[in-house]
């Protein structure tokens, strides 16, 4: 064999290493921007997976509440944004430690991440949000 033909070989793998490296590293971030627009989505408030998704409300609540001021809105304008409370007994949770006056509060149930009912949980003075937490019982 000719040196030129080696030469030729030589320049052909590497060109076919170089494609596969390119392959490889445009999968990877395709892989990644898919991954991420999904985790987006999932992650995204609208109304239609409030009301159809309960059990995942804790991946939508941070955007939810992110996107809505609710300290000043009235129950009513609430309510337009996330329904009727969901019913609920109860009235005190793990992490405030607080009593929530049924009559004062509005509750809403955001689904079970790990181990524990996750709440957010909504203060009403006079017919207005006050207050705000997410807690978990």
Known sequence: MNTEEEFRKVALRA???NEIIFAV???LFLSAV???CVFKYQHTFSKLKWDTNVENRYKIVNDMLDKYQLIGMSK???IQILGEE???EQTSFKISRKY???DSTLVY???VDFMDNNWLILSMDDG???EYCLDVS
């Open 15 to 17: 060109k076919r290493s």
């Open 34 to 36: 898919t991954a991420f």
């Open 100 to 102: 929530f006056p049924p």
């Open 76 to 78: 009513w304008d609430v």
């Open 25 to 27: 590293f445009t999968c």
């Open 109 to 111: 149930y955001l689904g």
């Open 128 to 130: 207005t949000v006050v």
């Open 86 to 88: 969901d019913s609920c």
